[in-house]
């Protein structure tokens, strides 16, 4: 059976390398040879070596090196000259794309996980077209263009990407932001009259913070309301204007049990952000979701605008005004005094997010080459 070579730029000790890439592979192992290629700014140590090895998986730690642009093209050579283009090349994310591209593999998948370009535009303060915009779009123009097929996390940015890289959606396949259910369990809700709101994640300026605080103040006016920030590695200080009561830090694993003692979470992205909210789906939502947690999003985020209102699982932001904020949280107080909500957050997450479904997605792509 032909192997696979997984490509990572992020750390499979915290983040999304924790809580995607090594839930990934630890299930696509059992199916086919698989080796892990991720950067790690602290080298794992020998317990977490064998660990990883136990489950079948090789696993090949680099060095992050230096920060900033130098390090980035450093880091692209160290991966290009680690591949083995004979393997199904599985590149997460532009960086780890642009190793694969020049490594000519028989089959490669672009693993597209953002409209990269658009959003370092959106989050910049003049939005203007800058040299690094233009280098980032023709990037992804040669992505979309020579891979052999492209994941996208969202059914949103289907028609986005067709239009603007002129490619056949029919090379595009969408596994969205998938979560362990065995994992994060779902618990029934909490019988309390304090309403515990969790923030977790990287809290970059994406996020709609002002938005999130009203809705706080709000809440807070009718019941206890106690807020935790679980900031991860790599956060901003953003999450430090939030009206927050206690800030944890904790281990991926630890992430089900925290969630569970919770009553709701919140991914609010600011809805001015443009296109490039078309191709977000934030992990954390599907965590909550699959915990039986509801979760407030903004409206424009990928697709969870629909898949949290079809399910009655959450609430959904469009905007800021009183009436807004009020009709919002009368919302969420219904979710959480109904005693099915946090069923419904499971079929939502075991439907649209499981892991399990997004493995065999992929299993799928990775047939599709005749010569493989």
């Not at 080796?35 to 992050?64: A, C, D, H, N, R």
């Not at 233009?134 to 990037?139: D, G, H, K, T």
Request: aromatic fraction near 10%; proline fraction near 4%; charged fraction near 25%.
């Amino acid at each position: 059976m032909q192997g696979v070579l997984y490509l990572s730029f992020d750390s499979l000790q915290e983040g999304v390398g924790a809580s995607q890439v090594l839930a990934y592979v630890r299930k696509i192992v059992t199916v086919r040879p698989v080796t892990v290629i991720s950067f790690e700014k602290i080298m794992p140590e020998e317990s977490l070596l064998s660990e990883v090895q136990g489950y079948g998986v090789e696993w090949i730690p680099l060095p992050f090196g230096r920060f900033g642009p130098i390090g980035g093209v450093f880091r692209v050579m160290r991966m290009w000259s680690r591949i083995d283009r004979n393997k199904i090349i599985h590149a997460r994310s532009n960086l780890s794309g642009i190793a694969a591209l020049m490594r000519f593999p028989r089959m490669w998948v672009w693993d597209c996980r953002s409209l990269q370009a658009d959003q370092r535009r959106a989050l910049s303060a003049k939005k203007n077209i800058t040299p690094s915009f233009l280098v980032l779009r023709v990037i992804e123009y040669f992505l979309a263009k020579q891979s052999s097929y492209i994941i996208v996390i969202t059914h949103a940015v289907i028609p986005v990407m067709v239009k603007r890289y002129k490619i056949d959606a029919e090379k595009m396949y969408v596994i969205s932001t998938c979560v362990d259910v065995e994992k994060f369990e779902e618990k029934p809700a909490r019988n309390s009259s304090e309403v515990k709101v969790l923030l977790a994640g990287t809290f970059s300026p994406a996020y709609d913070v002002k938005l999130m605080n009203l809705l706080i103040a709000e809440m807070k006016r009718y019941r206890n309301v106690r807020v935790t920030v679980a900031a991860s590695s790599g956060a901003t200080v953003a999450w430090q204007d939030l009206d927050y009561d206690e800030v944890v830090s904790v281990r991926h694993a630890d992430m089900p049990r925290l969630i569970q003692e919770h009553d709701v979470g919140m991914s609010i992205w600011k809805n001015d952000l443009g296109i490039c909210l078309t191709s977000v789906a934030s992990t954390k939502t599907a965590e909550f979701l699959a915990c039986g947690r509801p979760v407030f999003v903004n409206s424009r985020q990928g697709d969870f605008g629909p898949l949290l209102t079809s399910g009655n699982a959450g609430v959904v932001t469009e905007s800021s005004t009183e009436e807004a904020i009020r009709d919002y949280v009368a919302k969420l107080f219904n979710l959480l005094d109904d005693g099915g909500a946090a069923h419904r957050c499971r079929l939502v997450a075991e439907k649209y997010f499981n892991l399990d479904v997004g493995i065999s997605r992929l299993l799928e792509i990775y047939s599709l080459h005749p010569s493989i």
